[in-house]
């Protein structure tokens, strides 16, 4: 006889943390990102071909985990890097 499970397997949970940078430091800032432990990163509303190019993107970085003192020290190695500026900081936001 099979018994159901009670304990319903949840879904992984995942951080995304958001800057908004120089489009042209987008590839050196996801470099970083991965280096301080992202998954991976990706560009927030990528312009479509033959579009005006933008001079500011929000770059999107998904973690296994990351809470608020993730943030805050990454934004610190990204502001020592010339990457953002002293006022920049970054979004955090959990997803399912």
Known sequence: MHRKRTDAAKP???????FRLPAA?????AGLL????ALGCAVAGMARPGAKARRIVTLEAY???AGAAD???IARVMR?????DARAR?????LV
């Open 34 to 37: 991965v280096a301080n432990g």
């Open 25 to 29: 430091l987008a590839d050196e800032a």
């Open 80 to 84: 020592a890097a010339g990457i953002i």
């Open 71 to 73: 943030v805050a020290r």
């Open 63 to 65: 973690f296994a985990r």
């Open 12 to 18: 992984p949970t995942y951080a995304k943390v958001t």
């Open 90 to 94: 970054g979004r955090l936001a959990r």
